[in-house]
């Protein structure tokens, strides 16, 4: 199989000040899924990461889509982005062993003249334009965006025995999700500082780890990540929740 390569005619920097590329990281093994490609799983009949891709699709602030995943799923990724009609999914590139090693493979498509970039889980395909928009102008004034919510259960923190250790101020936490977004430079010069990317579970992560100060913005609570079978139950039933 090989990879898709780039085809999008890029427009002048006037038109573009105010769009930017999105990586969507789909190269997981799904394995808390109980043998099924979550990724595949449809939801009211149509797959989870195509609901994905429609969704920043649809977005304006988005330029292109950037879609990183296994090797034995870029035919059937090609084909279904053909029948959805994804215009914007310029490049279907292979992920890396880790989460972060996926995004640096999506960060090899990146142009030169292309700034700021998001970085969305192919499995939260319940993403909103909102929330998108939100994180997009949020890297306007700062290079690292997430959005998140507040935590809605208080918090233990707990030693290897199960004993509590303490317990976190909850008004002072909160639940990162996708996208985020980073300034391109700056991450890139993270990821060389840091010693071994895939300890990190998220972009906000290799940020912090290199110093620079990391923001957030409103996310929403619908905004699942799918990771059990039970999460596409959950998911099914918010889709069925916004048509009453």
Partial sequence: MTETKPKLQYETNTQR???LPVIIVAAGNSTRMQ???????ELSGIPVIIRTLLAFE???MISRIILVTR????FSL???GTKYGISKLTDIVCGGNSRQESVLKGFARIATDEKNVLIHDGARPLVTDEIIRRVAEGLINHMAVTCAVKLKDTVKQVDEKGKVITTPDRSSLVSVQTPQ???KDEYLNAVQKAEDVSVFT???SVMESAG???????GNYKNIKITTPEDIAVAQALLEEETL
């Fill in 17 to 19: 000040q105010n769009v």
């Fill in 35 to 41: 043998g099924t490609n979550k990724q595949f799983s």
């Fill in 58 to 60: 649809s977005c304006d």
């Fill in 71 to 74: 090797t034995e799923d870029i």
């Fill in 78 to 80: 090609q084909m279904l």
């Fill in 181 to 183: 977004g980073v300034r």
């Fill in 202 to 204: 998220d972009d906000m």
């Fill in 212 to 218: 620079y100060e990391v923001y957030t913005v409103e």
